[in-house]
């Protein structure tokens, strides 16, 4: 081995399990299914997942290995290594892409959050089911529009609890405990959204959670509604699309990436090889697995998402379009309801003029590459939650703390390795 100096310096920094620096508040249950929230890894602190301090590696073949050899008590040298990082646009042709999320838009407008209670008893007297609805009022801007606003949510709520009363009327076994919907913002199964207003754009988000005995559990669906701040008009996204072709490519491309993110094992597991061969087998046709027959328009000239709807699925938040998965969508019933987002400008060339002219003024997040790590000999993808089984838990080196805290939404392993008190 040739002699080689090293000066290492390393700090490494409390590690947080926030998504991104426009959130509130830290995800409170790490278990819960996420949404894509990954964020380009900065080098000044934040509140998202960034290992502080720095280490330098010199040696006399000026080469760009990332390893330490530090001489222990006993005089023998400790070979140490560290993960290197390269945005993924420096190394391959096709990848993963993260999103950056605006800042929260300042605004005038208020909420005041209203609640709608019902009891349903069958002729005979016996209680049935129980309806409760959670719901904003919004307040703040030119009269009119408020009004128009509110009175379409209104009309949703009130909607929602006639249904209700027909399902329960026409129920005729009586269960204890008794059947229960649920209208709320902020969800049931799902950590939900509430609301979002940005540009001339309001949405909400509502959870419309139902159960009935004797079910194991009852089930969530997202119900998004998107309105136009400028005429108070609610809006349906299909209404909004000018190439239908295109969007229903980049609205894929970016649900594949959600896939590889937060999919389940091993497609979430996958190194960044075996992800960029499945990319470019998409591109060029030769997969045998594909999504097309779920984006875009159908038959009947409903524009899907995900096989769904879009005006049922489609949202407008936190700098992106969305669109929500249901439990059993994609996944299991644990992972819940789900929701994919992909940048504004990133969807603003298939909008129509109605289109265009709903989004000026608003804010848009930004897609940028994932970066690879390599570490180990191998190479992987950092907007993945599922971290490679590569490290030692139960004693991490600083080379595993530090890999780990590279994949800045992967909460699971950073309890284990952390113990940061969350399940």
Known sequence: MSKKVVLWVSVLAVL?????????????????????????????????????????????????QETAFIEDASGETENKEFPKVTPANEMYNIYPMKIIYPERQRTSLTMTIETAKDDVYTDDGRHAAEFTAEYPLISGTDETVCQRINNEIKLFIDGAIDE??????????????????????????????????NGNI???YFAYHTYGAPAVHGSEEPTPMIFDLRTGDRVFFS??????????????SWFNDYQFAYGGTPYGMLDAEEYVDILRKSNDGTSSKTNSEQFGMDSDGIFRVAGNDADERMTVYNGCVGFYLSAYEYGS????????????????????????????????????????IEYKGGKYFDTTMWVPNIVNESAPTEGDIEFVSLFEIAWRHHNKLYGTGQD
């Open 16 to 64: 947080t399990t926030a998504f991104s620096s426009c959130q509130e508040k830290p995800i409170e249950n790490p278990d819960l299914p996420g949404v894509v929230t990954a964020r380009e890894r900065m080098s000044v602190r934040g509140d998202g997942i960034v290992p502080g301090g720095t280490f330098s590696v010199v040696n006399e073949d000026e080469t760009d």
């Open 333 to 372: 019933f644990a992972d819940g309801v789900r929701r994919v987002d992909i940048p504004v400008n990133d969807i603003l060339p298939y909008l129509n003029d109605k289109g265009r002219s709903l989004f000026e003024g608003y804010t848009s997040g930004s897609g940028v590459p994932a970066n690879v």
């Open 202 to 204: 309001l949405t909400v």
């Open 239 to 252: 209404d909004l699309i000018g190439d239908s072709d295109g969007l229903a490519k980049t609205l894929e």
């Open 164 to 197: 209700f009363r027909k399902y329960t009327k026409d129920t005729e076994v009586v269960y204890e405990p008794t059947h229960k919907w649920e209208i709320n913002m902020d969800g049931v199964d799902f950590a939900g959204d509430g609301y979002d207003i």
